[in-house]
Structure formats: structure tokens, C-alpha cells
């Protein structure tokens, strides 16, 4: 069985709660923000939504410069509305999982290299990458979001199970 088939199972899964973690973000509460030093719920949520791009530019290139030398830094589009927001994560995650799904075995093991100003911040392993910088990036800011939920007294949704607004027992 290819690599790719083993991750995209629990990646399926992942971006399926998430979404639904995104989805449940009234509009009208993404100025909320927990503490001073805390994302607000628009910027967690926009973060959450670009973070499959980190995944289709690590399967589809073998470095990303997030501000290259003589040309235009990487910025994260402006999302006004969460319907925006899950658009953009649609969009990505598709073609993450697509990206993924066309990466060889032997591709997931070469070097994947993040730049900023042609300076090297990290190489790892396509598939290294793929674990730590992007599946658990995007499952750490999840977890933030679902306590922004609570805090906003919106439901929170079953994760890795029954949460305590959605609860069968």
C-alpha cells in the first residue's frame, strides 16, 4: 500500500472536524478574543483555513520562501465571513488531498525545505513536514478553536468522541 493511502483516511477525518469546528463560528463573534496575546476567532479560523495550502505547497514543490528575495511575501487572503473561510478550506483541502494522493512513495521521504528571505528555517522530510508542521498545526489551532466555542457558548462538536453538547449518554 503507497504512504498516501495510509494518511489521507485520518487526514479525511481531520478536515472533517475541523470544518465542522470552523462552521459552528457565528460571524457575529469573530472579533471575540480570549486574552490579549490570543488570535481573535477571524484570525484563528482564516489560520485554520490556509494551513492545507502548507500541505499542497509541500507535496508540490521541494521549498516554499514565504518571503522570497525581489518578490512579494506570502499573505494570507482576506476572509470576511466564516462562509469565506470554509470556501478557502474546501478549496485547499481538495487539492492537499489531491497532491498528497499523487505523491509517490520515495517523494515523501525527500527534503522539503521552508525559506524566508532565502534564509533556511527548517528541512525535513516531505512526510515529516506533512505530520508535525501541517497535521498537527492544523489539530493544535482545532483545539483552540473548540475553546473559543466554548467561551462563546456555541456547541462544540463531538472530536475524538461525544463532547459535552453532543453527548448521547
Same mark, same amino acid.
Given at each position: 500500500?503507497?504512504?498516501?493511502?495510509?494518511?489521507?483516511?485520518? +487526514?479525511?477525518?481531520?478536515?472533517?472536524?475541523?470544518?465542522?469546528?470552523?462552521?459552528?463560528?457565528?460571524? %457575529?463573534? +469573530?472579533?471575540?478574543?480570549?486574552?490579549?496575546?490570543?488570535?481573535?476567532?477571524?484570525?484563528?479560523?482564516?489560520?485554520?483555513?490556509?494551513?492545507? &495550502?502548507?500541505?499542497?505547497?509541500?507535496?508540490?514543490?521541494?521549498?516554499?520562501?514565504?518571503?522570497?528575495?525581489?518578490?512579494?511575501?506570502?499573505?494570507?487572503?482576506?476572509?470576511?465571513?466564516?462562509?469565506? %473561510? +470554509? %470556501?478557502?478550506?474546501?478549496?485547499?483541502?481538495?487539492?492537499?488531498?489531491?497532491?498528497?494522493?499523487?505523491?509517490?512513495?520515495?517523494?515523501?521521504?525527500?527534503?522539503?525545505?521552508?525559506?524566508?528571505?532565502?534564509?533556511?528555517? &527548517?528541512?525535513?522530510?516531505?512526510?515529516?513536514?506533512?505530520?508535525?508542521?501541517?497535521?498537527?498545526?492544523?489539530?493544535?489551532?482545532?483545539?483552540? +478553536?473548540?475553546?473559543?466555542?466554548?467561551?462563546?457558548?456555541?456547541?462544540?462538536?463531538?472530536?475524538?468522541?461525544?463532547?459535552?453538547?453532543?453527548?448521547?449518554?
Amino acid at each position: 500500500m503507497p504512504i498516501s493511502d495510509s494518511l489521507l483516511p485520518e +487526514l479525511e477525518r481531520e478536515l472533517a472536524t475541523t470544518r465542522t469546528c470552523i462552521a459552528r463560528v457565528p460571524d %457575529a463573534q +469573530l472579533a471575540f478574543k480570549p486574552h490579549a496575546k490570543s488570535y481573535s476567532a477571524h484570525d484563528l479560523v482564516a489560520h485554520l483555513a490556509e494551513i492545507p &495550502m502548507w500541505g499542497l505547497v509541500t507535496f508540490d514543490r521541494d521549498e516554499f520562501d514565504m518571503q522570497p528575495l525581489g518578490g512579494p511575501a506570502y499573505e494570507r487572503p482576506e476572509l470576511k465571513s466564516v462562509a469565506d %473561510a +470554509l %470556501a478557502r478550506f474546501d478549496e485547499l483541502s481538495a487539492s492537499m488531498k489531491a497532491a498528497i494522493s499523487a505523491t509517490s512513495d520515495a517523494a515523501m521521504m525527500t527534503p522539503w525545505t521552508l525559506l524566508k528571505g532565502g534564509q533556511r528555517m &527548517m528541512t525535513l522530510p516531505r512526510i515529516a513536514v506533512y505530520r508535525s508542521f501541517i497535521l498537527n498545526h492544523l489539530i493544535h489551532h482545532r483545539g483552540q +478553536l473548540s475553546v473559543y466555542l466554548r467561551m462563546m457558548d456555541v456547541l462544540v462538536p463531538s472530536i475524538y468522541g461525544p463532547s459535552a453538547d453532543e453527548s448521547p449518554f
